[in-house]
């Protein structure tokens, strides 16, 4: 499959080619029912090629469950789904030689060793013997398996089953990957490892990758865009920073100014209140808190240059002013109540 390609008038009347990101994974309506429970309820989503998408949600969100039609291991009740071009309800094996699979609990045969289990999967999708072995000492040393290469998998521990399984799940070299809560029982000198390889098989490869995790912070760490899933429900996509600025958009800014008076003195309690009650006042602000002389702001707009105007106006002077992002915890955390709501 290859780029689409759009035209751009740019200056002088030149018509120049522009190329388009190519979607990997495209599903319209995906919908999955089990009697009267709805599992997964109209998702649309598309991930780039060369892109590492986080499906992040509670457990029981359904993620497991979109995962598993994209894969052709459960057919959807209605809407469609591709991967990499091929629908995995018509063509799974198609889908199955483009795409990595880690699930979350992963099985490998005991009495075999590590590399015995890479070695076997690598039979299973015909890679010649030389290359399957180069292949599976380069992964295993990429995963920190290297010295327990001839060690049983049956003697693994949860962590070290876990290393294995992303090894196994890229011993095809496959287009794209697809994990599911990988990080579940790896340390977070292992975690941070994992993270790192991801990163450099996009980088270095054009990997795709979907990452299902309920661990927000892994999530923020390695994805291009976040999907926030909730109760079947795709409710907010996008990078970390788009989906912050949308509620933003919404009043959640924050903002804080420390003050003293002039001869650095703590103001007074009736001062501080007074300045409080103006602040409230501004343009856009929501809420306002005090604690010993520091004033958190929420506001719909920047209210920084206002915020300072209004300590000044009270005799007293800012020694710092600031305003704080949102972290994916705090947006992860809007979303689900507002669904929660809804």
Do not use: W
């Amino acid at each position: 499959m290859s780029d689409v390609v759009d035209t751009v008038l740019v200056a002088g009347g030149e018509v120049v080619p522009q190329s388009s990101p190519e979607i990997v994974i495209t599903a319209q309506g995906l919908t999955k029912r089990y009697g009267q429970f709805t599992a997964v309820d109209g998702l649309d989503l598309s991930i780039e090629r060369g892109e590492i998408f986080g499906l992040l949600g509670p457990n029981g969100a359904g993620k497991t469950t979109t995962i598993l039609m994209l894969l052709g291991l459960t057919e959807p009740t209605a809407g469609s789904v591709r991967v990499a071009g091929f629908d995995p309800v018509r063509d799974p094996l198609s889908v199955k030689t483009v795409v990595g699979y880690l699930p979350d609990n992963v099985g490998f045969y005991p009495n075999m060793t590590g590399k015995q289990n890479l070695l076997y999967t690598a039979s299973l999708n015909r890679i010649p013997r030389k290359e399957a072995e180069e292949r599976a000492d380069l992964l295993l040393q990429d995963v920190g398996l290297a010295e327990a290469a001839g060690k049983r998998a049956g003697k693994y521990s949860r962590g070290m089953r876990q290393r294995l399984a992303v090894a196994d799940a890229l011993i095809k070299r496959p287009s794209v990957l697809i994990l599911d809560e990988p990080t579940i029982g790896i340390d977070p000198e292992g975690v941070r490892e994992l993270l790192a390889m991801l990163a450099r098989l996009k980088q270095e490869e054009g990997m795709t990758i979907l990452l299902s995790s309920h661990l927000l912070h892994q999530v923020q760490e390695v994805c291009d865009r976040v999907g926030i899933f909730v109760g079947g429900h795709l409710i907010a996509a996008g990078p970390v920073a788009e989906l912050e600025r949308e509620l933003a958009r919404e009043g959640d800014l924050e903002f804080r100014v420390s003050v003293v008076v002039p001869d650095g003195r703590e103001a007074s309690d009736s001062l501080l209140e007074e300045l409080a009650r103006e602040m409230r006042t501004l343009d856009g602000v929501g809420e306002v808190s005090a604690v010993r002389g520091t004033f958190t702001v929420t506001a719909a707009h920047d209210v920084r240059t206002a915020m300072a105007q209004a300590v000044i106006g009270k005799g007293l002077l800012p020694i710092s002013l600031s305003q704080r992002g949102m972290s994916l915890d705090d947006i992860y955390d809007r979303y689900f109540r507002e669904e929660a709501n809804a």
